[in-house]
């Protein structure tokens, strides 16, 4: 028994060194580590304090626009940044948010890059459906200076200024429709009013808003009374679709409108007197 209980004790003792000595190895290791990441953490502070990691120039910025990238020019139109200035106190979700509330501009991505030090950002424009026009006065709103003139609509009305679209796009070609009258006036129905003009097999050269009682469509029929914008729009267009080949049966030059504002009964104005369709016209 006494050698049994003598081995136990030197086994005991054993097992506390090597405790011992592991909790030294751990505590050093921890030591190590902390000095480890404190020296990383120092030298990317380092590196990200020297001078080499500052935007000082708008030709440090790339921005593209689907497969074309915009001049410098056009850059400094679109951001307002001060140089020199670091490109780690640059807040990449700041400027998209100053992008996207341009009208021009519907979304916007931001990244830093390192390598040469810059940024480069993706933008997806906005397109313009229509040219939008007011032949009167602007009257004292708030939307007064847009009203008062010439600019583009995408087709969720979204206004944008014509000569900073054509500055960002030198080489685009316009839209041929055009839309007449006060903006915030038809406002509110231009996305339902231009979803149903575009789908129409006849072509709309103008829209004429200017009352908002009788909206008026240029058209290669002739000028179309639609009335006051309502849900039956879209039957107003397909009967002005049947109506395609009213040239053949009367006179364009003759023909003053066609009234479409009831659509189950639609009326041709011929000169002074009402002439109305009859089945074949539809």
């Known amino acids: 028994m006494a050698g049994l209980v003598s081995v136990s004790r030197t086994d005991l003792q054993v097992r506390r060194h090597k405790l011992r000595r592991q909790r030294q190895m751990k505590i050093i290791q921890a030591i190590w580590r902390t000095l480890g990441v404190t020296s990383l953490l120092g030298s990317l502070l380092w590196v990200a304090s020297q001078p080499m990691w500052v935007l000082s120039t ?3 910025i790339q921005i593209a626009s689907g497969s074309r990238s915009l001049s410098p020019e056009a850059i400094s139109s679109l951001l307002v940044l001060s140089y020199p200035q670091s490109l780690w106190r640059i807040e990449p979700s700041a400027i998209a ?3 996207t509330k341009q009208p021009t501009i519907a979304k916007a991505s931001v990244k830093r890059r390192l390598f040469p030090p810059g940024l480069i950002i993706d933008i997806q424009e906005r397109v313009p459906v229509a040219i939008a026009q007011r032949h009167h006065q602007a009257t004292l709103t708030l939307d007064a200076n847009i009203a008062s003139s ?3 609509l995408d087709a969720n009305g ?3 200024n014509q000569e900073k679209y054509i500055s960002l796009n030198p080489t685009v070609k316009l839209p041929s429709l055009i839309v007449i009258g006060s903006f915030e006036q038809y406002r509110p129905y231009w996305n339902q009013l231009y979803q149903s003009v ?3 097999s006849v072509k709309v050269m103008e829209i004429d808003c200017q ?3 009788n909206i008026i469509l240029k058209t290669e029929l002739g000028y179309v009374h639609l009335g006051a914008v309502s849900p039956q729009i879209s039957e107003q267009i397909k009967v002005l679709a049947q109506m395609s080949h009213l040239p053949t049966q009367l006179n364009p030059n003759q ?4 009234d479409l504002k009831n659509p189950e009964s639609p009326l041709v104005q011929m000169n002074q007197k009402i002439v109305k369709s009859n089945s074949q016209t539809r």
């Open 58 to 60: 708008p030709k440090q």
């Open 97 to 99: 948010d100053s992008l």
């Open 150 to 152: 010439t600019g583009l």
């Open 158 to 160: 979204i206004w944008m």
């Open 198 to 200: 575009s789908q129409s």
């Open 211 to 213: 009352d908002p009682t």
């Open 255 to 258: 023909i003053e409108y066609i």
